[in-house]
């Protein structure tokens, strides 16, 4: 039986060093093709011109080099661009270059499909097939940015895991990817820019804060006592407010990073004073730096309204006049299920 190659950008560079030093070859050869592999996102060993024809066919020989590539592309009438990416093995997932006049903001997905089920979102409704390995997720990065220099003429300034699945349950590659992101080698991005959305796995946040990440966390909060949210969100039942309040702050005693609230408005559920009142009390007992008001994106599998205008508004003054430091953020690309909570690698993109 015929062994699968090994993925060339899994190797470390003094594995790479160790490869080379086996074929006979002067080391800086391990060099050249780690910097094709990350600073100049080779696709293929063809495309590494400075090694010579043998070594390349070589390379080829021994090791996979599976890369991320664009399927198909939407354009919104207001600018967002979403992406559907075919994996090496065939899966499709799907990621969104978000412009604004200061920042160009990617939001990718880090596993293929999801298993929370949250009740509001399209790819909560599709089976997780797999975790996204981090050089698949690190390639997601590439490419919007590669999109984001064609259509802007501008690099990516800003990076958020909140397209499909749950980062910390892919906890590692999301970790390995952000490295390498972030790495001077690598697309040198400030962790600073870089927000990691959580619907809420208590224990992998704390484990956030041992590992010391330099990254701004972002909770999918929604609901603001476990009665709703165990109804919308079924990873409240093992992992409740009180968790994830406890979590939150060992986290930031940790690290210190940035805490990002998300709450989306539902009609009739969770946009009252009373649901503002236990919003507030919430932030009350986590060090968060804002709380972001959604508004809701319709989806066919899910019978979810947003409120009118009016609701909407004064839910916004009572947070405010409460202290809470509360944005309302405005959907971008709903007129291509590119929006929050949309993303499920629906056909009909065009290629």
Same mark, same amino acid.
């Given at each position: 039986?015929?062994?699968?190659?090994?993925?060339?950008?899994?190797?470390?560079? %003094?594995?790479?060093?160790?490869?080379?030093?086996?074929?006979?070859?002067?080391?800086?050869?391990?060099?050249?093709?780690?910097?094709?592999?990350?600073?100049?996102?080779?696709?293929?060993?063809?495309?590494?011109?400075?090694?010579?024809?043998?070594?390349?066919?070589?390379?080829?020989?021994?090791?996979?080099?599976?890369?991320?590539?664009?399927?198909?592309?939407?354009?919104?009438?207001?600018?967002?661009?979403?992406?559907?990416?075919?994996?090496?093995?065939?899966?499709?997932?799907?990621?969104?270059?978000?412009?604004?006049?200061?920042?160009?903001?990617?939001?990718?997905?880090?596993?293929?499909?999801?298993?929370?089920?949250?009740?509001?979102?399209?790819?909560?409704?599709?089976?997780?097939?797999?975790?996204?390995?981090?050089?698949?997720?690190?390639?997601?990065?590439?490419?919007?940015?590669?999109?984001?220099?064609?259509?802007?003429?501008?690099?990516?300034?800003?990076?958020? +895991?909140?397209?499909?699945?749950?980062?910390?349950?892919?906890?590692?590659?999301?970790?390995?990817?952000?490295?390498?992101?972030?790495?001077?080698?690598?697309?040198?991005?400030?962790?600073?820019?870089?927000?990691?959305?959580?619907?809420?796995?208590?224990?992998?946040?704390?484990?956030?804060? %041992?590992?010391?990440?330099?990254?701004?966390?972002?909770?999918?909060?929604?609901?603001?006592?476990?009665?709703?949210?165990?109804?919308?969100?079924?990873?409240?039942?093992?992992?409740?407010?009180?968790?994830?309040?406890?979590?939150?702050?060992?986290?930031?005693?940790?690290?210190?990073?940035?805490?990002?609230?998300?709450?989306?408005?539902?009609?009739? +559920?969770? %946009?009252?004073?009373?649901?503002?009142?236990?919003?507030?009390?919430?932030?009350?007992?986590?060090?968060?730096?804002?709380?972001?008001?959604?508004?809701?994106?319709?989806?066919?599998?899910?019978?979810?309204?947003?409120?009118?205008?009016?609701?909407?508004?004064?839910?916004?003054?009572?947070?405010?006049?409460?202290?809470?430091?509360?944005?309302?953020?405005?959907?971008?690309?709903?007129?291509?299920?590119?929006?929050?909570?949309?993303?499920?690698?629906?056909?009909?993109?065009?290629?």
């Amino acid at each position: 039986m015929k062994t699968a190659k090994k993925n060339i950008r899994h190797l470390t560079l %003094d594995e790479l060093n160790s490869y080379f030093e086996t074929l006979g070859e002067k080391k800086f050869r391990a060099k050249q093709v780690y910097e094709w592999l990350w600073l100049k996102q080779a696709q293929q060993f063809e495309a590494m011109t400075n090694l010579s024809k043998e070594l390349r066919v070589k390379l080829a020989d021994n090791f996979s080099l599976p890369a991320l590539r664009v399927d198909a592309t939407q354009y919104s009438a207001d600018g967002t661009v979403k992406s559907r990416f075919k994996t090496h093995d065939g899966h499709l997932v799907e990621g969104v270059l978000i412009p604004t006049d200061d920042r160009k903001t990617a939001c990718v997905s880090s596993q293929i499909g999801c298993s929370l089920s949250c009740k509001f979102c399209a790819t909560g409704y599709m089976d997780r097939k797999r975790n996204l390995d981090f050089d698949e997720i690190y390639d997601e990065v590439v490419l919007i940015n590669q999109q984001s220099e064609r259509v802007y003429e501008k690099k990516l300034s800003n990076i958020v +895991f909140m397209g499909m699945g749950e980062p910390l349950l892919n906890y590692r590659n999301v970790l390995k990817a952000i490295e390498r992101i972030t790495s001077p080698d690598g697309l040198g991005m400030s962790p600073r820019r870089i927000t990691v959305s959580t619907a809420g796995v208590a224990k992998q946040i704390k484990q956030l804060g %041992d590992d010391g990440v330099r990254f701004k966390l972002a909770l999918s909060l929604h609901a603001a006592n476990d009665t709703k949210r165990n109804e919308i969100m079924p990873i409240n039942e093992s992992n409740n407010l009180q968790a994830l309040i406890e979590a939150l702050n060992y986290f930031y005693k940790k690290t210190e990073n940035e805490i990002t609230f998300e709450y989306i408005l539902f009609n009739n +559920f969770n %946009d009252s004073l009373k649901d503002a009142d236990e919003l507030i009390k919430i932030c009350r007992q986590v060090p968060a730096d804002l709380v972001n008001i959604i508004e809701y994106n319709p989806i066919d599998m899910a019978t979810f309204r947003k409120p009118d205008e009016k609701v909407v508004n004064t839910f916004m003054q009572y947070l405010e006049k409460n202290r809470v430091n509360a944005r309302l953020r405005r959907s971008r690309g709903k007129d291509i299920d590119a929006a929050c909570g949309q993303l499920a690698n629906k056909e009909g993109i065009v290629g």
